[in-house]
């Protein structure tokens, strides 16, 4: 017990002192952040404590997910208010079918208010294209030629702005990929966020040149830890895709989670200051570095360093 706690103390003091995180997706403008769940308010607003969290354990940038038209722009106007604070601009595969049936909007005008937004933060906010890619899990949502149609369509605004992709691909990577491959031209770089996929899938991701991000979906079973040992350290990214995607004890990689917090309260139980059980945060990255590391074998404060620069790098910053 004496050595778990020392373990936990000096991963503590690493985490602040000698390395910075990036969480290069999180969705702080999910109603979650603003105690709303399923439409009724359960407890006060705490985006503003979640983010104090983040920074006290390491996290120097959060990028906000943008997932469609409105997203977007709650998503700009949110990182606005912190230094800290980025966005990506596109609409998500489950969602495209906005393109074709939002009010007063055609297809044309919604690309090109999503197009708006990047030209006029491109430079100061807006650091990616998506989150755009396809799901073929979610079908339910919007059909496969919608999505290939739109996702194809969003890759425009990287030939336009120059910008690199943030993508999603759920049980569809032929398809993605070949999408990808015949618009190489207008790519400037990109990361398949939230991997799940194959080991063979990422190879191939990594090989037409994207990063892999990867985050508590990313590592639930054994097979899901095979792949993050063949993903070269150079080609990761981290991400919490909070409030979702959190690593949970019942996940192969939970055994190599050192940091601990207090533990968190019902959403019906909130008080000021604490976390909320099952509602993933920023905060919660450090978890995230600390599996992929004891999965590698690798020391936590190398691999934070270079995925730091291969973040860094992506991003332009």
């Not at 690309?111 to 799901?135: M, Y």
């Not at 601990?260 to 905060?283: D, H, L, M, T, V």
């Amino acid at each position: 017990m004496q050595l778990l706690l020392l373990r936990r103390l000096v991963t503590s003091m690493a985490k602040v002192s000698d390395f910075k995180l990036i969480d290069i997706g999180a969705n702080l403008t999910d109603p979650m952040f603003k105690g709303i769940y399923h439409g009724k308010q359960v407890h006060e607003a705490d985006l503003e404590a979640v983010t104090q969290r983040a920074f006290d354990t390491g996290v120097a940038k959060v990028i906000i997910t943008g997932g469609s038209l409105k997203d977007c722009q709650d998503a700009l106007n949110l990182a606005k208010t912190n230094d800290r604070f980025y966005c990506t601009v596109g609409c998500h595969p489950t969602r495209c079918l906005e393109f074709d049936q939002t009010d007063g909007m055609t297809a044309d005008e919604y690309f090109h208010k999503l197009l708006a937004i990047c030209q006029a933060n491109a430079k100061s906010k807006v650091v990616a294209i998506g989150e755009c890619g396809l799901d073929y899990d979610r079908l339910q949502f919007c059909p496969k030629d919608i999505q290939k149609k739109y996702f194809e369509k969003q890759l425009e605004l990287c030939r336009v702005t120059g910008l690199p992709l943030f993508l999603h691909c759920r049980a569809a990577f032929d398809d993605f990929i070949d999408i990808l491959k015949r618009n190489k031209g207008n790519i400037c770089g990109g990361v398949v966020h939230s991997f799940d996929g194959s080991k063979d899938e990422a190879l191939a991701a990594i090989e037409f040149g994207l990063y892999i991000g990867l985050n508590g979906c990313s590592l639930k079973t054994d097979n899901n830890l095979e792949v993050v040992k063949a993903i070269p350290c150079d080609k990761l990214l981290l991400e919490t895709d909070a409030p979702w995607c959190e690593v949970r004890p019942s996940h192969a990689s939970s055994k190599f989670v050192s940091t601990q917090f207090a533990p968190a309260k019902k959403k019906e139980k909130w008080e000021p200051g604490c976390s909320i059980k099952s509602r993933n945060e920023p905060r919660n990255l450090i978890q995230v570095l600390e599996v992929v590391a004891g999965v590698k074998g690798i020391d936590i404060v190398q691999l934070a360093h270079q995925v730091y620069i291969n973040t860094c790098t992506l991003f332009n910053w």
